[in-house]
């Protein structure tokens, strides 16, 4: 909502300047959003002398100047104009201005070696005249000195941001109460000026009575024989400063009778008018031209202002060309009608239209303004364009009543935490216009019809604290204490594998939780597709069912920027439906290309599938999962290399899938048209990560080592090919658990000596135990155990 | 028998540990001058053998210990020698190790948690998804309400029905169906609107509080946005204003400023001639709280929401709200966070 200085005087006697009333709009909540100056930035150009006028020491053109703003100002300024002489009063362009003519702006600059802050101007560059010879000069302008150059041809306008529960503000006359009650002056009351009614208004009016009808009330005026002109002076300046082309007195009064109370009005070419006005609901396929030039086709139920031959408008919303009023117009009806804010709102968004009009009805207009506005514009009407008006016609109900509303006396203190007096409260609230009453231990307050959006008591503990003021409310301190966790389990898992996962060399991304459908389709498992209705670009439109579908776009960005060995990861929801609560959270890396690319003492190496396993193992151990608890099994999503890839699962192969690790699937890959194809995942499946029966520091076996000796021996075994190194270890490991302290594969290789379809896989068993140091029989007792329950399971043979 | 002068300086002639160990044995060995004389104390008187014992002893011992300092002396230079061949230049670059980094928005997260763990709330979530009915009409915000305007939404199905949450608000919602009053709750989390250039992004984080109880009113509100702010600027005095405005699901409704000034095309906050908006707040309407199934007879409170990008972009100094979602390996690098700086508040919010 624009409004300026002078049109608020209209309503608000008060003698307050611009930047008191711009402090306390906000203050009372009508928040100001900007200072328009209507003259833009000519406010730069300052009247300035200059003092001393002396030669460039580097050009014969040029000269220094120094120029007074006045008050002792003095600034340096270079200027190539042959006029430029001591004494003489010009104009000053300063750095940051944008010259008229070349709408350069000027920065401050060094002119051949020295700096020119800003510039003196010619008449040409102010684009005030074509003269371009010499700067101005101005003839006894000593007392102007350091005073805008443009005297003010227009005000400044205030812009306010109106919250959608005040329309009584889209109005200037609503600004200018709040602003009174808030003691910034005297609300003046409105000037009526009798009118002339001297005949009946002669068309038929009817609202029809149907279920959904869009209209309450509908009041009209007849005015015949007007000459509709070009606005007077002072309306046209009013329409400006809104931002509005003034078109036709008959536009500009109805314009301006809007902005001023806020009640949208609507005139019609009375004689375009096909015998009567019906106000109906509009049939599904009926067509109608609007002002805005554009052809509507309505739907079921929108509320329309038609005669005999079809709509002629939609209601509150916009009027149609058939009707339209033009300079040749004779005779007008003019429309002061009520709309109901849900009928307007629901066409308007059915249709994509938005008006002024529609604004405001949708907000909620005062139903009880139609007279009013009829009154306003029509003595407007008659004024400006001369002509007869019919009496008023009312069609539909009449008044509304005000709604009452009973505020306890103690409530006001129990939410705002401090005290009000009752003359107070009955102080702001019948400035604002509402009536009260005491009661007993209440008050009853009566609503104007104006504010729609005081629906009950807390409704009038805000105009209160409002208008008094929101710095009254005192502080009261915090207490410094927790009576529950502050996170719970899952939560903290977040945290912690966040940043486990950083601290293993990862950056953390956050990407959209939508994504490209074309990329999301390959880390899909057969999951719906969950699709946005209303996308905002067709590369973002699904919810993602991956976390790698954006992670893999942004790797791809970083390489092509030249990043080929990148680590990243995101931690949060994917989506596997499409209602609230079917998402999870997942923990997601991608790392591409080598270690060790240059280095002057260390081999490069591509990563590879053990180093993914390497950061989800030690991430898992960190989330509190103990290696003993934690299955390898080859059997990773289709999205990873089949050959290279694998999934942790909780307690036994079967168990839990705790996370998956692996080779980004080639295929996608090359899909993708990645620069380096060396690209490793792992995702960690947060909802499987077991909440502990105890602490982790607690679920500990209580602290015991063996102070014998420990052993350590070599087995080397020839296996199928394809066994899995990791079944030896937990076969051997269970061969005794209390002599095994500790099995680790160090050595595998295939081919060379090796049979066809055989591996050696070489082991290195710690053993030792709790209460002796183990003879040499002791052990080669365990060694044969070991020996033969391998072989037994496995059918490995030990290599000779 | 050689002068024991003699003697000694033939040790400290020796070459090498080697010469030393032979001449240790010529020195103190079987067939040595020394182990000679002792042997003849036997037949020596006995008023003079004890003397003389005495006397070859210490010569022994001085022997021995001009023996062991050579052996040490060359032990010594063995090494300094050895070590002059191994010299290495320590100019050359270190190993790399990996070098992770937290994303600002995760780093203010926990900020902020750790901020309002101190007094007494606890983390609550919802999900991304949500009905319309949670996200607008539970919260006071019925089907068309113009208020429904300043929020693009992003919906999932053709009627409008399903939505991504345009703010954590429906989380109020979800808390105080499922549980007892007292709440205090904050909620982080991801909030969505279908808005998108230099200053929006279709994505963004959203912090909620509530805080329900039997006498919370205005002035705790403001007390603890006001200990919030100060916290989380790490900033003893700041400037700050409260603003009428309206929310539909809280009344009266306020948004609140914090002062700030700029220096060298920096933003800092505290004090100053200008108002920064940072959040929206008041006090739950009773409409919500009973959609929600609270007695608002017995309770009331207040509830706020702020931006996390926003702060987070204020606090470090990041123009861009854009680049947060750019997932930019030099970006990541530079304002990202080190994963040992976990902020807490014995030890401070930030290193």
Request: a positive charge.
């Given at each position: 909502?624009?409004?300026?200085?002078?049109?608020?005087?209209?309503?608000?006697s008060?003698?307050?300047?611009?930047?008191?009333?711009?402090?306390?709009?906000?203050?009372?909540?009508?928040?100001?959003?900007?200072?328009?100056?209507?003259?833009?930035?000519?406010?730069?150009?300052?009247?300035?002398?200059?003092?001393?006028?002396?030669?460039?020491?580097?050009?014969?053109?040029?000269?220094?100047?120094?120029?007074?703003?006045?008050?002792?100002?003095?600034?340096?300024?270079?200027?190539g104009?042959?006029?430029?002489?001591?004494?003489?009063?010009?104009?000053?362009?300063?750095?940051?201005?944008?010259?008229?003519?070349?709408?350069?702006?000027?920065?401050?600059?060094?002119?051949?070696?020295?700096?020119?802050?800003?510039?003196?101007?010619?008449?040409?560059?102010?684009?005030?005249?074509?003269?371009?010879?010499?700067?101005?000069?101005?003839?006894?302008?000593?007392?102007?000195?350091?005073?805008?150059?443009?005297?003010?041809?227009?005000?400044?306008?205030?812009?306010?941001?109106?919250?959608?529960?005040?329309?009584?503000?889209?109005?200037?006359?609503?600004?200018?109460?709040?602003?009174?009650?808030?003691?910034?002056?005297?609300?003046?009351?409105?000037?009526?000026?009798?009118?002339?009614?001297?005949?009946?208004?002669p068309?038929?009016?009817?609202?029809?009575?149907?279920?959904?009808?869009?209209c309450?009330?509908?009041?009209?005026?007849?005015?015949?024989?007007?000459?509709?002109?070009?606005?007077?002076?002072?309306?046209?300046?009013?329409?400006?400063?809104?931002?509005?082309?003034?078109?036709?007195a008959?536009?500009?009064?109805?314009?301006?009778?809007?902005?001023?109370?806020?009640?949208?009005?609507?005139?019609?070419?009375?004689?375009?008018?096909?015998?009567?006005?019906?106000?109906?609901?509009?049939?599904?396929?009926?067509?109608?031209?609007?002002?805005?030039?554009?052809?509507?086709?309505?739907?079921?139920?929108?509320?329309?202002?038609?005669?005999?031959?079809?709509?002629?408008?939609?209601?509150?919303?916009?009027?149609?060309?058939?009707?339209g009023?033009?300079?040749?117009?004779?005779?007008?009806?003019?429309?002061s009608?009520?709309?109901?804010?849900?009928?307007?709102?629901?066409?308007?968004?059915?249709?994509?239209?938005?008006?002024?009009?529609?604004?405001?009805?949708?907000?909620?207009?005062?139903?009880?303004?139609?007279?009013?506005?009829?009154?306003?514009?029509?003595?407007?009407?008659?004024?400006?364009?001369?002509?007869?008006?019919?009496?008023?016609?009312?069609?539909?109900?009449?008044?509304?009543?005000?709604?009452?509303?009973?505020?306890?006396?103690?409530?006001?203190?129990?939410?705002?935490?401090?005290s009000?007096?009752?003359?107070?409260?009955?102080?702001?609230?019948?400035?604002?216009?509402?009536?009260?009453?005491?009661?007993?231990?209440?008050?009853?307050?009566?609503?104007?019809?104006?504010?729609?959006?005081?629906?009950?008591?807390?409704?009038?503990?805000?105009?209160?604290?409002?208008?008094?003021?929101f710095?009254?409310?005192?502080?009261?301190?915090?207490?410094?204490?927790?009576?529950?966790?502050?996170?719970?389990?899952?939560?903290?898992?977040?945290?912690?594998?966040?940043?486990?996962?950083?601290?293993?060399?990862y950056?953390?991304?956050?990407?959209?939780?939508?994504?490209?459908?074309s990329?999301?389709?390959?880390?899909?498992?057969?999951?719906?597709?969950?699709?946005?209705?209303?996308?905002?670009?067709?590369?973002?439109?699904?919810?993602?069912?991956?976390?790698?579908?954006?992670?893999?776009?942004?790797?791809?960005?970083?390489?092509?920027?030249?990043?080929?060995d990148?680590?990243?990861?995101?931690i949060?929801?994917?989506?596997?439906?499409?209602?609230?609560?079917?998402?999870?959270?997942?923990?997601?890396?991608?790392?591409?290309?080598?270690?060790n690319?240059?280095?002057?003492?260390?081999?490069?190496?591509?990563?590879?599938?053990?180093?993914?396993?390497?950061?989800?193992?030690?991430?898992?151990?960190?989330?509190?999962?103990?290696?003993?608890?934690?299955?390898?099994?080859?059997?990773?999503?289709?999205?990873?290399?089949p050959?290279?890839?694998?999934?942790?699962?909780?307690?036994?192969k079967?168990?839990?899938?705790?996370?998956?690790?692996?080779?980004?699937?080639?295929?996608?890959?090359?899909?993708l048209?990645?620069?380096?194809?060396?690209?490793?995942?792992?995702?960690?499946?947060?909802?499987?990560?077991?909440?502990?029966?105890?602490?982790?520091?607690?679920?500990k076996?209580?602290?015991?080592?063996?102070?014998?000796?420990?052993?350590?021996?070599?087995?080397?075994?020839?296996?199928?090919?394809?066994?899995?190194?990791?079944?030896?270890?937990?076969?051997?490991?269970?061969?005794?658990?209390?002599?095994?302290?500790?099995?680790?594969?160090?050595?595998?290789?295939?081919?060379?000596?090796?049979?066809?379809?055989?591996?050696?896989?070489?082991?290195?068993?710690?053993?030792?135990?709790?209460?002796?140091?183990?003879?040499?029989?002791?052990?080669?007792?365990?060694?044969?155990?070991?020996?033969?329950?391998?072989?037994?399971?496995?059918?490995?043979?030990?290599?000779? | 028998?050689?002068?024991?002068?003699?003697?000694?300086?033939?040790?400290?002639?020796?070459?090498?540990?080697?010469?030393?160990?032979?001449?240790?044995?010529?020195?103190?060995?079987?067939?040595?001058?020394?182990?000679?004389?002792?042997?003849?104390?036997?037949?020596?008187?006995?008023?003079?053998?004890?003397?003389?014992?005495?006397?070859?002893?210490?010569?022994?011992?001085?022997?021995?210990e001009?023996?062991?300092?050579?052996?040490?002396?060359?032990?010594?230079?063995?090494?300094?020698?050895?070590?002059?061949?191994?010299?290495?230049?320590?100019?050359?670059?270190?190993?790399?190790?990996?070098?992770?980094?937290?994303?600002?928005?995760?780093?203010?997260?926990?900020?902020i948690?750790?901020?309002?763990?101190?007094?007494?709330?606890?983390?609550?979530?919802?999900?991304?998804?949500?009905?319309?009915?949670n996200?607008?009409?539970?919260?006071?915000?019925?089907?068309?309400?113009?208020?429904?305007?300043?929020?693009?939404t992003?919906?999932?199905?053709?009627?409008?029905?399903i939505?991504?949450?345009?703010?954590?608000?429906?989380?109020?919602?979800?808390?105080?169906?499922?549980?007892?009053?007292?709440f205090?709750?904050?909620?982080?989390?991801r909030?969505?609107?279908?808005?998108?250039?230099?200053?929006?992004?279709?994505?963004?984080?959203?912090?909620?509080?509530?805080?329900?109880?039997?006498?919370?009113?205005?002035?705790h509100?403001?007390?603890?946005?006001d200990?919030?702010?100060?916290?989380?600027?790490?900033?003893?005095?700041?400037?700050?204003?409260f603003?009428?405005?309206?929310?539909?699901?809280?009344?009266?409704?306020?948004?609140?400023?914090?002062?700030?000034?700029?220096?060298?095309?920096?933003?800092?906050?505290?004090?100053?001639?200008?108002?920064?908006e940072?959040?929206?707040?008041?006090?739950?309407?009773?409409?919500v709280?009973?959609?929600?199934k609270?007695?608002?007879?017995?309770?009331?409170?207040?509830?706020?929401?702020?931006?996390?990008?926003?702060?987070?972009?204020?606090?470090?100094?990041?123009?861009?709200?854009?680049?947060?979602?750019e997932?930019?390996?030099?970006?990541?690098?530079?304002?990202?966070?080190?994963?040992?700086?976990?902020?807490?508040?014995?030890?401070?919010?930030?290193?």
């Amino acid at each position: 909502m624009i409004i300026t200085l002078s049109w608020l005087k209209d309503h608000l006697s008060s003698k307050v300047n611009l930047s008191k009333i711009i402090n306390k709009l906000t203050d009372i909540g009508l928040e100001v959003e900007g200072i328009k100056d209507s003259q833009g930035e000519l406010s730069d150009f300052k009247i300035a002398k200059v003092l001393k006028a002396s030669k460039h020491p580097n050009a014969d053109k040029l000269k220094l100047c120094d120029v007074s703003l006045g008050e002792g100002k003095i600034i340096k300024v270079i200027c190539g104009a042959s006029n430029a002489r001591e004494g003489l009063i010009s104009v000053y362009a300063p750095p940051g201005s944008v010259i008229p003519k070349t709408k350069m702006k000027l920065k401050i600059a060094k002119i051949r070696g020295i700096e020119s802050h800003g510039m003196l101007c010619s008449e040409s560059e102010l684009g005030i005249s074509n003269e371009s010879e010499g700067i101005i000069e101005i003839k006894s302008g000593e007392k102007d000195i350091g005073k805008n150059f443009f005297k003010s041809k227009s005000e400044k306008s205030i812009d306010i941001s109106i919250t959608p529960n005040r329309p009584d503000c889209l109005g200037v006359r609503g600004i200018a109460r709040d602003l009174a009650s808030a003691g910034l002056g005297k609300l003046s009351s409105l000037k009526k000026t009798k009118i002339k009614q001297s005949f009946s208004q002669p068309l038929k009016i009817s609202i029809t009575k149907e279920k959904n009808q869009g209209c309450l009330s509908f009041g009209t005026c007849y005015i015949k024989n007007i000459k509709n002109t070009e606005s007077p002076e002072w309306l046209k300046k009013k329409i400006i400063s809104l931002g509005l082309k003034p078109i036709s007195a008959v536009v500009d009064i109805t314009n301006y009778v809007m902005f001023d109370l806020n009640r949208p009005l609507h005139a019609y070419d009375a004689d375009k008018i096909d015998e009567e006005i019906i106000i109906r609901n509009s049939k599904p396929g009926e067509t109608f031209e609007a002002l805005d030039g554009k052809n509507y086709k309505l739907k079921n139920n929108m509320c329309v202002i038609s005669d005999k031959s079809g709509p002629l408008g939609l209601g509150g919303i916009i009027g149609g060309t058939r009707s339209g009023t033009e300079f040749e117009t004779k005779n007008i009806l003019l429309e002061s009608a009520y709309f109901h804010p849900t009928s307007v709102r629901k066409t308007g968004s059915i249709l994509a239209i938005d008006t002024d009009a529609k604004y405001r009805f949708e907000r909620g207009i005062d139903p009880n303004s139609v007279k009013e506005g009829l009154e306003f514009a029509t003595s407007l009407i008659l004024k400006i364009c001369g002509g007869e008006a019919s009496k008023f016609s009312f069609t539909g109900k009449s008044q509304i009543k005000s709604k009452v509303i009973e505020l306890d006396n103690n409530k006001f203190k129990k939410i705002i935490g401090i005290s009000i007096t009752s003359n107070e409260t009955k102080k702001i609230l019948n400035s604002l216009g509402f009536k009260t009453k005491n009661s007993k231990n209440y008050l009853k307050i009566e609503i104007p019809t104006w504010r729609p959006d005081i629906l009950e008591d807390i409704d009038i503990i805000e105009e209160l604290i409002r208008i008094k003021g929101f710095d009254k409310i005192s502080l009261v301190h915090p207490e410094r204490t927790r009576s529950k966790d502050t996170l719970s389990f899952k939560q903290k898992l977040f945290h912690l594998s966040q940043r486990a996962v950083a601290n293993k060399g990862y950056l953390e991304a956050v990407t959209w939780s939508f994504t490209d459908s074309s990329i999301d389709k390959f880390f899909s498992q057969g999951e719906k597709e969950i699709k946005i209705a209303n996308p905002i670009s067709t590369d973002l439109d699904v919810l993602r069912r991956s976390i790698f579908s954006n992670l893999i776009i942004y790797l791809k960005k970083n390489q092509d920027r030249g990043y080929l060995d990148l680590s990243l990861f995101e931690i949060g929801p994917i989506f596997f439906g499409n209602k609230p609560g079917e998402q999870q959270i997942i923990l997601g890396g991608l790392k591409s290309g080598a270690l060790n690319r240059k280095s002057w003492d260390s081999k490069a190496r591509n990563i590879d599938v053990f180093d993914v396993k390497a950061d989800t193992i030690k991430t898992l151990s960190e989330l509190g999962i103990m290696e003993e608890d934690m299955h390898v099994v080859n059997n990773a999503q289709d999205y990873y290399n089949p050959g290279k890839s694998g999934s942790v699962t909780l307690k036994s192969k079967n168990g839990l899938k705790l996370a998956s690790f692996g080779e980004i699937h080639p295929a996608i890959i090359s899909n993708l048209d990645l620069k380096e194809k060396n690209v490793y995942g792992f995702e960690i499946f947060l909802k499987n990560i077991p909440t502990p029966q105890k602490k982790n520091r607690l679920a500990k076996k209580n602290y015991s080592v063996s102070e014998f000796q420990k052993s350590e021996r070599d087995f080397a075994f020839v296996i199928d090919i394809n066994y899995k190194a990791g079944e030896i270890e937990k076969i051997i490991a269970e061969v005794d658990q209390n002599l095994i302290k500790k099995v680790l594969i160090f050595d595998v290789f295939e081919g060379g000596s090796m049979p066809e379809g055989k591996k050696s896989i070489a082991v290195n068993v710690t053993i030792q135990s709790m209460d002796k140091t183990l003879s040499e029989k002791d052990i080669s007792e365990v060694s044969k155990k070991i020996t033969n329950t391998v072989k037994e399971k496995t059918g490995a043979t030990l290599r000779s | 028998m050689a002068h024991l002068d003699e003697l000694i300086q033939k040790v400290s002639n020796a070459k090498d540990k080697l010469s030393l160990q032979n001449l240790k044995s010529e020195l103190l060995g079987k067939n040595s001058q020394i182990n000679q004389e002792f042997k003849k104390l036997g037949s020596l008187p006995e008023e003079d053998r004890k003397a003389k014992a005495s006397d070859l002893n210490n010569q022994k011992q001085r022997i021995n210990e001009a023996i062991e300092n050579k052996f040490k002396e060359l032990e010594k230079f063995e090494i300094n020698q050895k070590l002059q061949k191994e010299k290495v230049d320590v100019t050359l670059p270190a190993r790399e190790r990996p070098n992770g980094k937290i994303h600002p928005v995760s780093q203010v997260i926990d900020e902020i948690s750790s901020i309002f763990s101190e007094v007494g709330f606890s983390v609550a979530e919802g999900p991304d998804v949500e009905t319309e009915y949670n996200n607008f009409t539970a919260l006071n915000t019925p089907e068309n309400h113009p208020a429904r305007d300043m929020h693009d939404t992003f919906y999932l199905d053709e009627n409008k029905k399903i939505l991504l949450r345009t703010h954590t608000s429906p989380v109020q919602i979800r808390t105080m169906l499922s549980g007892k009053p007292p709440f205090k709750i904050i909620v982080p989390g991801r909030t969505y609107r279908c808005d998108s250039d230099q200053t929006h992004a279709p994505m963004f984080h959203q912090l909620e509080g509530l805080h329900i109880d039997k006498e919370i009113n205005m002035g705790h509100l403001k007390g603890c946005l006001d200990y919030f702010i100060k916290e989380f600027f790490e900033v003893k005095k700041i400037q700050m204003r409260f603003r009428p405005s309206h929310f539909p699901f809280t009344e009266p409704s306020a948004e609140v400023d914090i002062g700030y000034r700029m220096e060298n095309g920096r933003i800092i906050v505290g004090e100053g001639n200008k108002w920064l908006e940072i959040l929206g707040c008041g006090m739950v309407h009773p409409n919500v709280l009973k959609n929600a199934k609270v007695d608002i007879k017995k309770y009331q409170g207040y509830a706020f929401g702020m931006g996390i990008d926003r702060l987070a972009m204020l606090k470090y100094g990041i123009n861009d709200l854009r680049s947060f979602f750019e997932a930019d390996y030099r970006w990541l690098n530079y304002f990202g966070f080190d994963p040992l700086d976990v902020p807490t508040n014995y030890r401070g919010l930030s290193r």
